[in-house]
């Protein structure tokens, strides 16, 4: 940590290493956030990962674990935990923690050991619907600390395979992920975009609100002309 006096202001920057502060339409969604893996095997056609982080989709679909993430996290969870930082980490904006190739190294569930018992707090964003569950455990030890959030796209299981064309869960399997977790007492939410079809996100919505599961976000639409098409005729 680096600290800087002038007169009486003491003003501090951080020196993290894999948490940062997202910028524009993502700063929307979270304060801080957090990438374990390099890419992400959920296959979404309409991804903006693999442009943001400079990958084709090819590469981008088979993930692996960052370079020494856990080390740089744990660095960066141990700076935050000195200045007492009270925004929420978001995992993850370029990856699922619950895309399936964290099955095998469960980086997810390290992450929540290191973050939860230091006092930070934490929000889960996935399509990852079961997989999840396996950390709920651990979520629902620290539920003032710990969010879960869904990202629903299609409520036709059709179209959701054929946008969704890697390992995400079916949408009605991330409702059902999403109930458990907000009977756990976690605070829980929606995330709606991108929009391809309204009439599918308007149902979704309705379905979240008249379940009390979450609050819901997004709503833009942002479908190409093309999937517009495809989807509504
Ligand atoms: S789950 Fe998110 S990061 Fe993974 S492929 Fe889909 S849109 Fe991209």
New binding site residues.
């Given amino acids: 940590m680096k600290r800087f006096n002038d007169s009486d202001v003491v003003y501090m920057s951080m020196t993290l290493k894999v948490v940062y502060e997202p910028r524009g339409k993502a700063g929307e969604y979270a304060d801080l956030a957090c990438n374990l893996y390099a890419g992400?095997d959920?296959?979404?056609t309409?991804?903006y990962?693999p442009a943001v982080t400079r990958r084709t989709r090819e590469t981008f679909n088979s993930p692996h674990p960052r370079a020494r993430i856990l080390e740089k996290l744990l660095s960066d969870a141990d700076e935050l935990a000195e200045q007492n930082e009270r925004r929420s980490i978001l995992f993850s904006f370029?990856?699922?923690p619950y895309?399936k190739v964290d099955e095998r190294y469960q980086l997810t569930r390290e992450a929540l050991k290191i973050l939860l018992p230091r006092g930070l707090n934490v929000t889960i964003l996935t399509?990852g619907g079961a997989r999840s569950e396996r950390d709920f455990d651990l979520l629902a030890q620290y539920p003032e600390q710990a969010t879960y959030a869904a990202t629903l796209v299609f409520s036709d299981e059709r179209y959701r395979t054929r946008y969704?064309t890697g390992t995400?869960a079916p949408t009605e399997e991330r409702i059902a992920a999403l109930r458990k977790a907000h009977a756990l007492g976690l605070k829980t939410w929606v995330s709606l975009e991108p929009v391809y079809d309204p009439v599918q996100s308007l149902e979704l919505r309705r379905r979240s609100k008249d379940h009390r599961l979450a609050t819901v976000r997004g709503g833009r639409y942002r479908a190409p002309r093309i999937a517009r098409k495809r989807l509504l005729h």
């Fill in positions: 992400c959920h296959g979404c309409y991804c990962a370029t990856c699922d895309q399509k969704e995400a």
